[in-house]
Each structure stands twice: as structure tokens, then as C-alpha cells.
């Protein structure tokens, strides 16, 4: 358990400028995205983005910072958005503001918690990971046993506009749904925050990182465990409600082993040793699946690739890899990175561009229709059956490979140099 | 009376083909330490290979090179992937697994394609060996049935009578000990993963033509093999046999008895609403054994591991 990366820990206590600014800076991206991104399919993608982040966030509660790695962490927000979609079809519906309703999400995503968590967090590790895969699995099944609630195969749909208007916004369009989801993302984003920061946060981490220890100072690692997991479903359940305000649907697929995967997924790339690895992950996840989807069907692939790539080289993750290079900015060594950062990487993603575009290639060789042979790929198109195009990304690939290897001696050197005080040799 | 016994001989199949899977990934995890959540993708992996095999050189080659090829994969897959996540802690080389089948799944799309693929049993086994009744049962089944304890008998035989077999079970216990005998033990791990998987690949092999080869076909298997082997007791051989037979068993006779919630109700002394439909309790009255024959397992699962975490025959914690 001590292997996951330590979160960064600051003892001073009180909220000074420095600490406020990235939430303020947050906020203020927050209100101003819209404004860069205007289009509605980015609205849509920054929607989705927002919900994402809070679940990955209140997936990180128990996989960062309480050491503990669940594979059903969808059913608190499958069953939590279910609720809310439930309540949207109600008469009452109509006498509740509709931005209060991911609290009540979170609610139920709590209970549910509160319950499962009751056996299932007696101990850490693999027989956690078990209890929530069953658990799982076994709500994902009754979704299609108990249709009253679930709503079966088709799911529960409602409407969010019947909601009591809120001070006159009666969320008919993106842009309202998208302040509204921005709203309860900082706002949970914060409380988040602020959770891991009281004894009780601190706590989980001791106990992440030595259960037996953390027992001799008094503290029932059990119920420490406990109290995270509890947490954690609240926000999963908010970040469910969220998600039936945004999509008005919730079906069997909220709840199944693909979506708690694919949290996992989002968690672990953006890194789980930092507060907002979560976040980036969130982001990066979401722009790859929107970005790569319209141009590949193999996107899922490149993903998977991506996923096993950073469990194997970068373990803490792309915001793991961020926070390395605090130490050369702060010693004003970072200049020495950037050439050899420039010649070993831009030749690594020709390698990779030109590896994809032969995966591509073969692809569309084996997978097309009978007698079409045109694709089009990186804006240019030719025919698979032609040599040219074989020759092209074989080359890419493998001259790229061998300058990055060449250079990456060079840039091994010139980082340890750079994580030195006054920048010197060895 | 007929019926039971054509039932037994099912959910013995099923039983066997479970237990062929967690037979490796138990001894994994004894050894290693690591659940490994891509053993499915391996069985996967058996059954496309075999395929391919078997387009050229007949289903018996197919049998006899695909677990091989699996093997090497696997202990490569040790070898160069999770030899390397271990120094990160166990919570890593599980994600590292999780993250392998989602990947293996990737690629099999991508080679094999998203459909189904027309792998088919010999011709030579097909048609009824004997029928009970009125009931016939495939040769298939028997060749099944008589292969899987074949395996069995001889996991057993290495591991009790040959002297690989006591490497393995003191490196089982005591690796570190072992490792100081002068016994490579990485190179153990790595065997044992190869073999876990080529096993895993055997059970592609016969159960593809049956249970259908297609790319799901290692999720929708894959956590069930799980389930079996905590309920046995992670690290136990004969724990895996019974947890394989009990949940082949209970899962084939809940789909072929249809008991019905409403039966049950009504003969407890509840009277049905009606209609039916419009009853809150509609879902509970209409349930029936088939619907929940799958998430039995689960069930069992989640009550072994509250009340028994050592599982059936476990020496110790998950």
C-alpha cells in the first residue's frame, strides 16, 4: 500500500492567498470557458468533462488517499443518478429547484455506501477490491431484475425541465445545464478538497500507507476506511445526479464493471497521488475519447495502450509527471530540459504516429468493406493497397525509434542535472 | 429423475471449465501474490488462436499448439510487464492486469474483428455420445469432461509427486527460503505464470466452439473465474475444484428449474395483487431462478467474504 505515491502535504494551516488561488483561478476558468468554447458540441464535451472530474475526484478519495481500489465505484453514482431521474418524474418535482437535486443524489449515493461499506471495508487491498467487484456486478445484475427502479433494459429517462424554476432559469439549454454542473464541480471539488486536509483525510492516509501503525496511535483503521468510503459515495452520488440533470437517462450502463472501469482508468492516468491528478485525468480522458473517436474507430486501443504504458513507466501519473519538474522550475535549472527534452520526444511521437499509422493501416486492410481501399489518415488520402504508405510509417517509426533511444541517455543526464542545486555535472 | 442427472453432467462441464481457469490463476495468486485480472483474456486468447490454428492445421493441432502460444504469452507478459509494476506494490500489478485486459480485448478486436468468429467442435466429436432418456448428451461434453480431469490429475501429479512440483509448493509458502536454497525463484514465478495461462488457454480451446468465440467472451467469464477462487480460498487447488463444481452446480439448476417467486410467496401465505403490473412489488412476485441463476455467485461471494474471508478451504486472508 505505501507504493502509491504520497500525497503533497502542507502542515501550515488557515487559508492564506496562496492556497485560494487556484480555486479562484478555477472559478474564474470555470465562468470563462464558455465564452473561449462556444459551440454547443463543446459545451456537451465540457459537460461531460465536469461530471467526470467529480467522479474521478470521489474515485481518488478511495484509490489516492484511502488506499483502497474499488471496481465498483459506478453503482453510488448509477444509483444516485437513478434516484434523481426517479424524482423528475414526480409530481413534487415540480416545487424543488432543480440545482438541489444532485444533493439529494448524494444522498442516496451515501446510504448506499453507508451500507455496503458497513462489511466491505474491513480490510484494504485485494479483499476490497473483491467485495466491490461483487457488489458491484450484483447491482449491475439487479438492474435488470428489479425494472421498478432500474427501469430494465431501456432505462429511466425524465425531464429536467419540469423542475421548480430557479430564479427564472428553467435549464432548457447546455449552457444553463453547464453552469449549474460547473457550480456543484467546484463547489464538491472544494469540500473534496477540504476533506482530505481535516484529521479525518489524514487519517486515511496514515492508514493507506500503515494500517498497523496507524491501529497503535488508537485509530480503527476500519472505520477510518469507513468514513472515506462513505465520503466518497456521497460525491459519487452528486456526480450522479449531475449526470441524470445532463442526460436525463440513466440506464443499466451507468451501473456496469465497464464504467467503474473506466473511472479507474481516468484516475489512475491523471495520477492518483495528487489532489488534482484526478482532474487532469478527467480532462485528458475526455478530450481523447471526443478527439480520437471521430477520427478512429480503434480509438479504445490507442486508450488501452495508453492505460497499461502508465501503470508500467509513470505509475503517479500524468500529474505525478507535472509535479517532477516543480523542483527544476523552483531551482531555475529548467532551461537545461528543454533541448534535450526537444530531441529525444518529437522523434518518440513520429515513432508513435508513425506505429499508429501502420495499426491503422492494417486495419483498414483486414476490416473494410471488399473492394474499398481509400482512407483517409493525418489529411491525406491514399489507398491501402499502394506501397507507399507502408513505407512511409514503417520509416516514421522506426527512425523515430532510434533517435529517441539515441537521445535518451542525453535526457536522462541533462534531468539529473537539473535537479541539482547550481545545475553541475554529476 | 432423468432430468437431474442430465443436469449433474452440465453443471459438471461448467464446473470443470471454471476450475481449468482458477486452477491457474489460484496458483498465481499463491505465488505471486497478484490476482490477475487478464487470466480471462488468456482463455480468450486460447480460443482465437485455436481458431486460427485450426483453419490450417485442424481443431486437434489447434488443441495442442494454441495453449502453447498462450503460455509464452503469458510468461511474457510476467516476464516484461508485471515483474516491472511489482516494485510498485500490489494495488499497481492489479490495475496493471486490469489494464492488460481491457488491452487484450482491444487487439483481439482489431485482428479478429467485433463479431463472433465460426470456430466449430471436430466433426468427429459431434452427435450424441449416449442419451439419458429421452435427453442426448454431446460427445463433446464427455470429451470435456474426461480432458479437464485428465489436466487435473496431472496438476496434481506434478504438484504432489515431482520435485519442480516441491519447488513450487515451498515457494508457495516461503519463497524467500527457497530463493536462499539457490532456486531461481523468478524464474518459478515465470513458469508458473506460463502454465497458469497456458492452462487458462486449454480451457479457450474446448470451451470456444461451445460457449461461442467472440470478444466478450473473456469479460463475460472473467469475473466470475474470480468469485471462484475467493470462494474456494485464494491459494487453494482443491478450494478451486469445489467452488468451480458448487457455482457450475448451482447456476446450471437454477436455469433449468424455473422456480417462481410467486410459488414461493403463495405458499408462505401471501396473496398475489392484482394486476400484477401495477404492484410496487410487481419485480419481486414475477422473479424467477433463471433471472438470478447469474448473480448467485456474487451473492455467495460477498456472503463467504463477511463471514468467512478465508474462503472455503483458505489457510489465509484474501
Known amino acids: 500500500m505505501q507504493s502509491l505515491e504520497k500525497t503533497q502535504t502542507r502542515s501550515d494551516g488557515g ?3 496562496k492556497s485560494a488561488m487556484p480555486w479562484i483561478f478555477s472559478a474564474v476558468m470555470l465562468v470563462l470557458m464558455p465564452f473561449i ?17 467529480v467522479f474521478a475526484l470521489s474515485y481518488n478519495m478511495l484509490l489516492g488517499q484511502g488506499g483502497m481500489l474499488s471496481f465498483g465505484h459506478a453503482v453510488y453514482m448509477g444509483v444516485g443518478g437513478f434516484v434523481c431521474v426517479h424524482v423528475m418524474n414526480w409530481e413534487i418535482f415540480g416545487s424543488i429547484p432543480l440545482p438541489l437535486l444532485p444533493l439529494l443524489g448524494g444522498v442516496f449515493g451515501m446510504i448506499l455506501a453507508s451500507m455496503v461499506g458497513y462489511f466491505s471495508t474491513r480490510k484494504a487491498g485485494t479483499v476490497f477490491a473483491m467485495i466491490s467487484l461483487g457488489v458491484g456486478e450484483l447491482i449491475a445484475a439487479c438492474s435488470v431484475i428489479i425494472v421498478v427502479f432500474f427501469g430494465g433494459e431501456e432505462g429511466v429517462s425524465g425531464d429536467r425541465t419540469y423542475g421548480m424554476p430557479f430564479f427564472g432559469v428553467e435549464f432548457l439549454s447546455q ?3 453547464y453552469y449549474l454542473t460547473a457550480g456543484w464541480l467546484l463547489i464538491s471539488a472544494l469540500l473534496m478538497y477540504l476533506f482530505s486536509r481535516t484529521p479525518i483525510g489524514r487519517m486515511a492516509n496514515a492508514v493507506r500507507d500503515n494500517p498497523e501503525r496507524a491501529e ?19 460525491f459519487a452520488g452528486i456526480a450522479g445526479g449531475l449526470f441524470a440533470i445532463n442526460y436525463e437517462i440513466l440506464t443499466e450502463e451507468n451501473l456496469n464493471l465497464t464504467t467503474s472501469g473506466s473511472i479507474l482508468l481516468v484516475t489512475f492516468l491523471g495520477g492518483v497521488g495528487v489532489f488534482f491528478g484526478p482532474v487532469v485525468g478527467a480532462i485528458v480522458f475526455t478530450l481523447l475519447q471526443t478527439v480520437l473517436s471521430l477520427e478512429t474507430e480503434i480509438w479504445s486501443l490507442y486508450v488501452g495502450a495508453l492505460f497499461v504504458a502508465t501503470v508500467m513507466f509513470f505509475p503517479s501519473g500524468l500529474a505525478g509527471v507535472m509535479q ?8 531555475g535549472t529548467w532551461r537545461l530540459l528543454v533541448m534535450p527534452y526537444i530531441i529525444t520526444l518529437v522523434p518518440a511521437i513520429i515513432c508513435i504516429l508513425g506505429l499508429s499509422g501502420l495499426i491503422e493501416l492494417l486495419f483498414h486492410a483486414r476490416h473494410t468493406a471488399i473492394g474499398e481501399t481509400e482512407m483517409t489518415l493525418f489529411w491525406v488520402t491514399f489507398q491501402h493497397t499502394e506501397i507507399l504508405p507502408w513505407v512511409v510509417f514503417a520509416v516514421k517509426a522506426v527512425v523515430g525509434f532510434w533517435l529517441a533511444r539515441k537521445n535518451a541517455p542525453q535526457m536522462m543526464d541533462a534531468w539529473h542535472r537539473a535537479n541539482k542545486p547550481d545545475g553541475a555535472d554529476t | 429423475m432423468d432430468l437431474i442427472l442430465v443436469n449433474l453432467i452440465d453443471g459438471l462441464v461448467t464446473g470443470l471449465l471454471l476450475f481449468m481457469l482458477s ?14 485480472f487478464a487470466h480471462a483474456s488468456f482463455y480468450m486468447l486460447g480460443a482465437y488462436f485455436a481458431y486460427q490454428i485450426s483453419i490450417y492445421l485442424g481443431f486437434w493441432m489447434g488443441l495442442l499448439i494454441a495453449p502453447l502460444l498462450v503460455g509464452i504469452v503469458g510468461a511474457a507478459v510476467e516476464r516484461y510487464g508485471l515483474r516491472r509494476v511489482h516494485q510498485y506494490g500490489h494495488v499497481p500489478e492489479l490495475i496493471f492486469t486490469f489494464g492488460l485486459a481491457l488491452l487484450i480485448e482491444e487487439l483481439v478486436k482489431f485482428i479478429w474483428g467485433n463479431d463472433q468468429i465460426p470456430y466449430q467442435i471436430p466433426e468427429i466429436l459431434e452427435g450424441a455420445a449416449f442419451s439419458i432418456s429421452s435427453y442426448d448428451i454431446p460427445a463433446y461434453k464427455v470429451f470435456m469432461i474426461f480432458l479437464s480431469l485428465g489436466i487435473f490429475a496431472g496438476l496434481l501429479f506434478v504438484m504432489t509427486r515431482t520435485r519442480v512440483g516441491m519447488i513450487i509448493q515451498a515457494a508457495l509458502s516461503y519463497p524467500r527460503t527457497v530463493e536462499a536454497l539457490g532456486h531461481n525463484v523468478p524464474l518459478v514465478f515465470m513458469g508458473v505464470f506460463g502454465v497458469g495461462t497456458a492452462l487458462a488457454g486449454v480451457a479457450g480451446v474446448i470451451a470456444g466452439p461451445v460457449l461461442s468465440t467472440f470478444p466478450g467472451m473473456a469479460f463475460v467469464l472473467g469475473s466470475i473465474v474470480f468469485v471462484t477462487i475467493v470462494i474456494g480460498g485464494l491459494g487453494s487447488l482443491g478450494g478451486a475444484l469445489v ?9 446450471t439448476f437454477a436455469k433449468a428449474y424455473n422456480i417462481r417467486m410467486e410459488d414461493i410467496l403463495t405458499g408462505v401465505g401471501f396473496t398475489k395483487p392484482e394486476p400484477i403490473w401495477d404492484s410496487a412489488w410487481a419485480d419481486l412476485w414475477t422473479l424467477t431462478s433463471p433471472q438470478i441463476a447469474d448473480i448467485l455467485p456474487y451473492l455467495l461471494m460477498i456472503l463467504i467474504l463477511v463471514f468467512r474471508p478465508y474462503g472455503l478451504f483458505g489457510k489465509r486472508d484474501v
Open chain 1, 324 to 331: 517532477l519538474h516543480i523542483a527544476p522550475i523552483k531551482l
Open chain 1, 15 to 17: 487559508v492564506s492567498m
Open chain 1, 175 to 177: 449552457i444553463e445545464v
Open chain 1, 216 to 234: 497503535f496511535l488508537g485509530y480503527s483503521s476500519r472505520w477510518v476506511r469507513y468514513n472515506s468510503f462513505v465520503a466518497a459515495g456521497f
Open chain 2, 23 to 36: 486452477a491457474g490463476l489460484t496458483l498465481i495468486f499463491s505465488m505471486m501474490g497478484v490476482l490477475n
Open chain 1, 37 to 53: 468554447f462556444q459551440s454547443n458540441s463543446a459545451i456537451t464535451i465540457m459537460n461531460q468533462m465536469a461530471i467526470t472530474i
Open chain 2, 243 to 251: 467452488a468451480a463444481l458448487i457455482i457450475g452446480w448451482m447456476t
